[in-house]
């Protein structure tokens, strides 16, 4: 047991977490090189890094799909997860977040807190995934590391713990100042290996005040460092260092180190503050589960029984991988595991080491491992795995609801059945894309996070199965909710024709609710049993799947049982669940409803001469601008769009900039739409 805990201790299991182009693949490409992983340094630009090898993001140079890689630093095993950095991917992250023990998020310098940074930031709090952050690109001009920190302060309200002093601005950026152990790591023009020295003297001055201020504010943080604070008026390296990772750990802190990834200046502090302050899995709470009703814990021990989770899958025409994050127990090639979401029990055949799209073959996987495993035929992301004699069921990644739709047709009519297998390989791998038959037009159409989304679902389709689509304009998912509601709507459903009968009467209250739908009863009396209501409110759930206004999805609604009545003979849970669907149906139509459209902020970043004709633009597609500032040089302006607004915005922003301007959008829920909007 002790050799076990002592090798789970030197395992990190982390993400890259970071709004796209803030260097976050750049980054996983220096840690590859520092710790003799790979040879060579790889160019997000060149398209020759190790975990874009996908061709469409060699060609967008951007990360699309989360790509898992394995390394070692200073005696400890690193399984690392580069992962996307763009709104329309958000899912990968999610699945990534879901199985890692800490993460490093990375900043740009000039930047600061991006809208995707905040939004993966969010993420990783509702998993309670640690975190140290690593402002980048301090190289560039315009860079300021102050001015990133407090974007950090003000935006994610973690306490900033700085512990690296930039030597150099700008071009002139050549290394750091460690104010934990106050030294100097000064890089030089190849940035292969740090030179450690001692502080200079012209920035001795400003170090001294930097780490007294670190030493204030975790004294403030935690309880064992006020207590040597206030005994001896400083903190002795080993003190802070400790109190650093129980503060990282908790989530109180966060360590923010400094460097240029592109110049690979920073990497080995980070690798360092990995090591440090993240924690392993032995440091995390044990996985909590459940099997029919019973709450179960798996400890992370690889004597225990067997529990993993898959979090994504990869269906390529030679077979399927399947990326497992082992919780406890060990697995071996060959063994037997239950799959508790299929039900049936399945044969691992090889199990991988992963280093983006190049495999090691391992004999077993114990607790605390990455790996992928060659031989599952039904599991899915989100599926668990254990042994047979030891079930349970952990909890899933979340899966976003889908925004956009387009419809999708094979070129060639002799490729329909290609392409109804392709697609179903598309939703095995990224259970955010959703496919679907139009019941009134009999198209196939295909939903997602996004306009990219969809692109890259519709090229992979081309260069990965080699069938070619055509690709409808794209559509986005409305939603219908209550603006008036009614009460004391009566129905009564009655059905006769011949043996038992159906007999059921509801009375409802339909009333507006801020989002999602409530159901309750008042009924007094016993008028209606209680396993009638429940048969009512699930008649009222099948209700909301269409709406009178364009048969879209209903929520923002309470609705009310206030009374009803049975019949000795007639009445079931079948006449109540259809009284209850057509019941709320009828109240619907006599409801005033509001169509609801998805609407998104969007931060668009343009040379300064070019704010006019974006403004104007923006407004234009019914945006509400909310803030602009200035940074680096551009100006960035923040709105909110409806997102059927902005098909082919990046065409129109690129004409109006010269190419030089950029946009991110994030989802910010949905909003009363006009009534010229078109329903369908």
Not at 90 to 115: K, M, N, Q, T, Y
Request: hydrophobic residues 40%; contains cysteine.
């Amino acid at each position: 047991m002790r050799t076990n805990l002592n090798a789970l201790a030197v395992v990190r299991n982390l993400g890259i977490l970071a709004h796209v182009d803030a260097g976050k693949t750049t980054v996983t490409e220096r840690i590859l090189y520092a710790t003799g992983t790979t040879h060579r340094r790889g160019e997000v630009h060149d398209g020759t890094t190790v975990t874009d090898f996908d061709p469409q993001e060699r060609d967008r140079g951007i990360t699309i799909f989360a790509a898992a890689v394995s390394c070692a630093w200073d005696g400890h095993r690193i399984n690392l997860i580069d992962t996307p950095g763009h709104v329309d991917f958000a899912d990968e992250v999610e699945r990534s977040l879901r199985v890692l023990d800490g993460a490093v998020a990375v900043f740009d310098a000039v930047a600061g807190v991006e809208p995707q940074s905040e939004s993966v930031w969010r993420q990783a709090d509702r998993h309670g995934v640690p975190r140290i952050a690593f402002v980048n690109k301090l190289d560039r001009a315009g860079a300021d590391l102050d001015a990133a920190v407090a974007s950090i302060r003000e935006r994610l309200h973690p306490a900033p713990l700085v512990v690296q002093l930039p030597i150099g601005a700008e071009d002139g950026f050549s290394g750091v100042v460690d104010l934990v152990r106050m030294r100097s790591l000064i890089w030089g023009e190849g940035g292969e290996t740090a030179v450690e020295g001692p502080v200079p003297e012209e920035l001795r001055e400003e170090a001294c005040r930097r780490r007294r201020q670190l030493e204030e504010t975790v004294a403030e943080l935690h309880t064992g460092a006020l207590e040597e604070f206030c005994a001896q008026s400083v903190l002795s390296p080993p003190t802070l260092v400790a109190a650093l990772r129980e503060l990282t750990r908790s989530g109180d802190g966060v360590v923010v180190l400094s460097g240029s990834a592109y110049r690979n200046r920073g990497i080995e502090p980070l690798l360092d503050a990995v090591v440090s302050y993240l924690p392993s899995p032995i440091d995390v709470p044990a996985v909590r589960g459940t099997f029919e009703g019973s709450q179960q814990e798996r400890a992370a021990d690889s004597a225990a029984p067997f529990a993993a989770l898959a979090f994504k899958v990869n269906a390529t025409p030679t077979g399927r991988l399947t990326y497992l994050r082992v919780y406890s127990g060990t697995v071996e090639k060959g063994d037997a595991v239950w799959d508790t979401g299929a039900r049936r029990t399945e044969r691992i055949g090889r199990i991988l080491r992963v280093q983006a799209d190049r495999h090691a073959r391992m004999d077993r996987a114990v607790a605390g491992d990455i790996v992928a495993v060659v031989g599952l035929k039904s599991a899915r992301a989100g599926s668990t795995l254990c042994a047979p004699g030891a079930p349970i069921v952990l909890e899933p990644p979340g899966v976003t609801e889908p925004v956009v739709s387009v419809a999708v047709e094979a070129r060639m009519s002799t490729d329909a059945d290609k392409l109804a297998s392709a697609l179903a390989r598309l939703t095995e791998e990224d259970p955010s894309l959703v496919v679907r038959s139009d019941p009134e037009t009999g198209q196939t159409v295909l939903s997602g996070m996004g306009e990219l989304h969809l692109e890259v679902a519709a090229e992979k389709l081309r260069r990965a199965h080699g069938v070619e689509v055509n690709v409808g304009r794209p559509r986005v998912s409305y939603r219908e909710t209550v603006g008036r509601g009614v009460s004391g709507m009566a129905f009564r459903h009655v059905k006769q024709d011949g043996g038992a009968g159906q007999f059921a009467h509801v009375v409802l209250d339909v009333e507006p609710l801020d989002d999602g739908f409530e159901f309750r009863s008042s009924v007094v009396g016993g008028r209606v049993p209680q396993e009638y209501v429940r048969a009512v409110e699930a008649g009222c759930r099948d209700a909301l799947a269409e709406g009178p206004l364009g048969a879209h999805p209903v929520t923002g609604l309470r609705v009310t049982l206030t009374d009803g009545a049975t019949h000795v003979k007639d009445s079931s849970d079948t006449a109540f669940r259809t009284a209850g669907r057509l019941g709320l149906r009828e109240a619907l139509r006599s409801c005033a409803m509001v169509l609801l459209e998805p609407v998104v902020e969007v931060t668009v970043t343009v040379p300064e001469g070019s704010v006019g004709g974006v403004l104007g633009d923006l407004a234009a597609r019914r945006g509400r601008v909310s803030g602009s500032a200035t940074r680096g040089g551009a100006a960035v302006v923040t709105a909110t769009v409806p997102l059927a607004e902005l098909f082919g915005y990046a065409t129109r922003l690129r004409s109006r900039t010269q190419g030089r301007g950029t946009f991110t959008v994030r989802p910010t829920g949905y909003a009363p739409a006009p009534a010229v909007t078109p329903v369908r």
